[in-house]
């Protein structure tokens, strides 16, 4: 029989591997995806799961058992996603002031350029544009916008994960809506 | 007749707020924000279609075989983090494998072959050493790093893990230095003030105290750098575990 999240816990904070080990296998794609979103690199995704396990593997006797475990594991996957891309932005700051112009900025560039159906659908340079506007957004806008659209997060859970009111929470998405429109509109109106 | 304002077309889009059936109303009588609310669904629907690499059914089990090196546990004492008795134990073999290594370096070499073999072997130890000195770092920073924000912190178990780091990062260092491996040396050298901090306050940060500790970790770039050069420790390690034929002749760590 498959072992909840919250009998997993449970027995993982008794010293049992193996329940942790359901953990990791249960909720890393889900991490993947929601890394991915925030840092729009393979790399920097992979890293933050990790990174995420081994915080929740160190935190797992303060996690409170009446809370969502996969809301615990965002929380800590987004603070993770969120290190990286400071830490990637003082390193482009960096480059850029000792290098030449040109460099591009990692967020311009999506990975995995094959076909698919419904990415047929969305033209080059609409997907670079979704993905600049994202890296263009503040860290909380971007933060509440991945887990509000992407994630299916409510806005009370998303304050929860970001440690802000549910309002604050609720115009971050406002925000990060209305940069994505202005600046996906015309392409829009322009391709139709 | 009161237009929906965009907030309200956003919250409607996502199925929040309590105004839905109210909004749906307003839409069915009002052409003109009928046609803004079908925008914001054309802009959000081909944001929503944006690509995410697919992860395939065993990456769950690839990310446990490498996550597994870095947890310890122990079933009579519950979950723990290398109690302290182990981390004792860490810093004499540090010792022993630093002196270990410089003895290997300064004993006159009589064998030639033997000894190439022997500095291989030297090599992949401290790589092993120095990579798991790195990663244990790196766990005690993002802890700080990845705290909540505005908020006191225990640090009980970093502030220990923090001493003891602080011993065998002085003696990497020196090794770094001694075999002229500066890369490695300068970001021991960035590590150990950081260390020396944590290991030297008290117990519990305050809010302000976890901040600063923040934002010198991450002005420094500390966290990354530490990321970065055990990343490549680590695969100096791998290719030290090759075939001797296969090595390149390395003398740094």
């Known amino acids: ?192 | 007749m009161n237009h929906l304002t965009e907030e309200q077309f956003v919250l409607y889009y996502y199925g929040e707020g309590d105004g839905s059936p109210a909004v749906r109303a307003h839409l069915d009588a009002c052409e003109t924000c009928r046609a803004e609310y079908a925008s914001l669904q054309r802009v959000l629907n081909v944001v929503d279609s944006a690509p995410v690499p697919e992860r395939d059914a065993n990456y769950g089990a690839q990310v446990w075989n490498r996550l597994q090196p870095s947890l310890r546990w122990d079933r009579r004492r519950g979950l723990s983090w290398w109690p302290a008795p182990r981390w004792a134990a860490a810093a004499l073999v540090a010792t022993l494998i630093v002196a270990a290594f410089l003895a290997g370096r300064y004993y006159p070499k009589s064998q030639p072959a033997q000894t190439a073999n022997a500095g291989q072997v030297r090599e992949r130890i401290l790589l092993v050493a120095v990579g798991d000195h790195l990663e244990r770092s790196q766990t005690v920073l993002l802890e700080v790093v990845n705290a909540q924000p505005g908020q006191p912190l225990d640090v009980a178990a970093e502030r220990e893990r923090a001493g003891d780091l602080v011993a065998e990062n002085r003696l990497y260092r020196q090794t770094a230095l001694r075999t002229g491996d500066t890369r490695v040396a300068s970001v021991l050298d960035d590590l150990e003030p950081v260390l020396l901090e944590i290991a030297h306050g008290p117990d519990r940060l305050t809010a302000e105290e976890v901040e600063n500790l923040r934002q010198r970790i991450e002005g420094d770039g500390i966290l990354f750098k530490v990321r970065v050069v055990g990343s490549t420790v680590r695969h100096r390690e791998e290719r030290a575990e090759r075939p001797a034929g296969q090595i390149a002749g390395q003398n740094t760590l």
């Not at chain 1, 249960?26 to 729009?40: C, E, K």
């Open chain 1, 1 to 192: 029989m498959e072992l909840s999240d919250s009998v997993a816990v449970a027995q993982a904070r008794a010293g049992d591997s193996g329940a942790f080990r359901v953990l990791v296998e249960r909720h890393s794609r889900n991490l993947f995806r929601l890394a991915y979103r925030m840092t729009g690199h393979q790399q920097d995704a992979e890293d933050v799961v990790q990174e995420t396990f081994l915080r929740a593997y160190r935190q797992l006797s303060k996690f409170d058992d009446r809370a969502s475990f996969g809301t615990w594991l965002y929380r800590i996957a987004a603070n993770c996603s969120l290190d990286l891309i400071r830490a990637r932005k003082r390193r482009n700051m960096q480059t850029e002031a000792g290098a030449e112009e040109g460099a591009p900025d990692p967020m311009q560039s999506l990975p995995d350029p094959s076909p698919t159906p419904d990415r047929l659908a969305m033209s080059g340079e609409v997907e670079r544009k979704v993905a600049a506007v994202l890296a263009d957004l503040s860290e909380m806008e971007r933060t509440a916008f991945v887990l509000r659209h992407y994630e299916g997060m409510c806005i009370d859970d998303i304050g929860r994960t970001l440690g802000v009111q549910p309002n604050a929470a609720k115009h971050s998405i406002f925000r990060a809506v209305q940069k994505l429109r202005r600046a996906l509109e015309p392409l829009m109106s322009s391709a139709s």
